[in-house]
């Protein structure tokens, strides 16, 4: 499967600033990539779907003023956190669709976001 | 996708085969059986998927059906390090997982 990562593992960020976790396919040329985000006990809900060169689709109920997504490249999407506030304070991951034969998503580690 | 149904915890002796359920009863026919698992703090980890046949693979055994209404995942020998929630996603095509509240699997020493 494909290997993911994420960076930053985790950040802290005062309130009113902004925050961007990068997502890299490592071995696989993704067009299409997912950002999730998880609270506390919560399971994973889909935040928005980057497509390569495109803009990216939001769920909804998701701003897309306050997060913003770039996928320049079919290596790197990129999740802005723009003005975070305590409530933004959760764990992002990232995933990657294949497409090998069979649609397979592989996720990556999970950024830990903490708004103070 | 199809909804599932899964217990929302279950323990299980270190050694021991776990045995995970999973009821699809609205499965359509081109969906898939997908399972995953996060560790705490962890992305999601792909375990296995199926259409309709049993498939095994090196980190367990998905066991599906005949009228494909529900699936069990098997891990032959937990270990402590198989403590996760377990997700059970019906799914087609290219588009995102749903992943539901999933079964926490505790292995005990």
């Known amino acids: 499967g494909a290997v993911v990562s994420q960076h930053p593992s985790r950040v802290i960020c005062k309130s009113g600033t902004s925050v961007k976790i990068e997502c890299r396919s490592l071995?696989?040329?993704?067009?299409?990539m997912f950002w999730y985000r998880q609270f506390p006990k919560k399971s994973l809900m889909l935040m928005a779907t980057?497509?390569?060169?495109?803009?990216?689709?939001?769920e909804q109920g998701v701003e897309k003023d306050k997060f913003l997504i770039n996928h320049a490249s079919l290596t790197l999407s990129t999740l802005t956190v723009t003005s975070a506030h305590p409530e933004d304070s959760s764990f992002y991951i990232c995933?990657?669709?294949?497409?090998?034969?069979?649609?397979?998503?592989?996720f990556g580690p999970g950024t830990r976001l903490t708004v103070t | 996708d199809a909804k599932t149904t899964q217990p929302p915890s279950m323990d299980c002796a270190e050694g021991r085969a776990a045995n995970l359920p999973c009821n699809h009863s609205t499965i359509s026919g081109n969906e898939y059986v997908y399972w995953y698992r996060q560790i705490h703090s962890q992305g999601p980890q792909y375990i296995i998927h199926?259409?309709?046949n049993n498939e095994t693979n090196e980190m367990a055994s998905l066991i599906i059906t005949e009228d494909r209404k529900s699936s069990t995942l098997i891990l032959p020998h937990a270990t402590l390090r198989d403590t996760a929630v377990y997700y059970c996603i019906v799914h087609s095509g290219a588009n995102n997982l749903f992943f539901g509240t999933g079964t926490r699997l505790t292995v005990i020493p």
């Open positions: 995933s990657v669709l294949t497409s090998g034969g069979l649609y397979e998503q592989y």
């Open positions: 199926g259409l309709k």
């Open positions: 980057s497509n390569e060169g495109s803009k990216a689709t939001y």
């Open positions: 071995d696989f040329q993704a067009t299409t």
